[in-house]
């Protein structure tokens, strides 16, 4: 054994115990009954109503949150670097641009500092019906605003966890442009418009869909959003899964389900990986 | 002479409060091979931004083909420009890459494809098409950024220091290959390099700059044989530099001793800088020369030895293609043209930036 894989060792032994063992029990619970049996029932369950209509939920709430954090992180990310690309261009840029830089980067950064758990929490506070926001508005004599326990409410969870795994691939994949290639495109007679469009997005792209990645599956796999704030009346797929294994104890049927999921993050893992050969979206 | 096609006219800029160009006026004639040269930071590379639509003066205008474009943008300017480290488009092939510009223009087809064979044979790069730019080594994707720009038929080509990231060999090779373009496409060339050589080699016209000022301009036989202040000569080349005094039209002291020289109007008993190349220092057997001196360093160039002759307290750098060793006494002679004669600088300015660069 060289001693690169000797210092492998803690991480195999690490995975092995904690990923490829419970990732065996999974499988081997999906796939039985509870006599032992091989079966596929558990993982055909899928299908039923209820279980399909979660699912459907799930990718529909995860698809348009992944939308709407990279809607909001591109600009912002493109804002982070315009900062840096000045310095690059020979002159340091003003004090003042880095110091404006360094505030938006604390204001995106802060609500990390906080448990998601919490963070979560004071989502519901400031949602509910008599929440804090609704005060507010009573106070201004507007109509209330009825989002808890909504699909919207479950959305706007996401967002605001999951945004920053958008930001960050994204800001990494447009800080590698170098400036004068979009001086270059520019010079060449392209508007800005036409820059964004032929150069800045083709370069950006595996940025974005490491983003998408990295937003999607966490939005797909949650549990702990939709039930916070969506008071229990939105089922996604992850909350059935939580129920199966802690309410009905059916350990077979919540595994059986788990498969189900796993198959659709690999599915987008597989989809990044073909549009990002290079690994030049690596970003954490 | 061709007519002038670029006239800046007064050119101020700044960047936080710290001045890069001070009034700057230069013009630029058709067909001219100009190069910007001098050290890091004196303002040759604004200059160029400038040009290109890239940065806007602070003050002054920039006046092309007899319009202003000082408030254009780069897409709007018929010049194009090659940049420092290529800057190619890498998610595009080569032909993509140098369709770039003309698919922007919505040329047809056939142009566009006729367009991309002509350029490719014009900096030696046939059949390359296919080809991503990460798998060029770094002469070609420099080639291939000036086929990008050239497609586009710009009345001026502006080249940031271009061959920067290439080695020796390769860069002087490249500086035929620029000489060959230019005279092949009958466009101006204007070259931004702190590379002296590569400036004495390839420019129509030289413009010195130190500081944002402008310092010499002229052709490359006139700066560097007839370099206005210390800065210049000692920029250009290598040069002995030393302080001395005038004493009559054609008459100088240096270190003690009496020269004569050919130049005139610097008046009577004045301080000047005289510059003197080394490979103008003539040695010579003990007291045979005007000054006497000892032989205190001898280095193979190849070429020629280069040495250090100390005498009258300077240590003079001599070129020279017979060798005195170490230790030698030798006499020093300098023919009255080879001494060139300077005022002093007039300004703090210019004094502090002199001769430590």
Known sequence: ?284 | MNKILIDLKNINKSFDGQMVLDDLNLYIRENEFLTLLGPSGCGKTTTLRILGGFEMPDTGKVIFDGADITKLPPNKRQLNTVFQKYALFTHMTIAENIAFGLRIKNKSKSYIDDKIKYALKLVNLEGYEKRMPDSLSGGQQQRIAIARAIVNEPKVLLLDEPLGALDLKLRQDMQYELIRLKNELGITFIYVTHDQEEALTMSDTIVVMNQGYIQQIGTPEKIYNEPENAFIADFIGDSNIISSTMIEDKLVDILGTRFPCVDTGFGCNKPVDVVIRPEDVILSDPDRGRINGVVTHLIFKGVHYEMEVMAAGYEWLVHSTSMFPVGTKVGINVDPFNIQIMNKPASEDEEAVGINE
Not at chain 1, 82 to 90: A, F, N, V, Y
Not at chain 1, 113 to 122: E, H, K, P, Q, Y
């Open chain 1, 1 to 284: 054994m060289n001693k690169k894989k000797l210092l492998g060792t803690p991480y195999f032994i690490w995975s092995t115990l904690f990923i490829l063992i419970p990732l065996g029990i999974v499988f081997y619970y999906g796939l039985t009954d509870e006599s032992g049996a091989f079966t596929l029932n558990n993982v055909m369950a899928i299908s039923s109503p209820g279980h399909a209509k979660s699912l459907w939920i799930s990718l529909g709430l995860s698809l348009v949150s992944t939308l709407i954090c990279l809607f909001l992180a591109y600009p912002l990310a493109m804002i982070l670097c315009s900062g840096d690309h000045s310095l690059q261009t020979g002159f340091l840029s003003s004090k003042s641009n880095a110091a404006h830089k360094n505030i938006i980067v604390l204001i995106f950064i802060l609500p990390m500092w906080m448990n998601f758990l919490l963070r979560t929490l004071a989502w519901q506070t400031l949602l509910e019906k008599t929440g804090v926001i609704n005060n507010i508005l009573a106070f201004l004599h507007l109509p209330a605003l009825k989002i808890i326990n909504t699909p919207y409410a479950i959305i706007l969870g996401m967002v605001y966890n999951f945004l920053p795994f958008m930001v960050l691939p994204v800001y990494n994949s447009l800080i590698k442009i170098d400036p004068n290639v979009i001086h270059a495109a520019r010079d060449l007679g392209a508007n800005e418009f036409q820059v964004f469009t032929k150069i800045t997005l083709p370069l950006t792209t595996p940025g974005i869909i490491s983003g998408i990645t990295m937003v999607f599956i966490p939005a797909l796999t949650t549990f702990l959003i939709s039930k916070l704030l969506g008071g229990g009346k939105i089922l996604l797929i992850g909350n059935v899964i939580e129920e199966e294994f802690t309410q009905a104890s059916n350990w077979h049927l919540g595994s059986g389900l788990s498969i189900v999921l796993m198959m659709f993050i690999i599915f987008n893992m597989v989809v990044s990986a073909v549009f990002d050969k290079d690994g030049k979206g690596g970003t954490l």
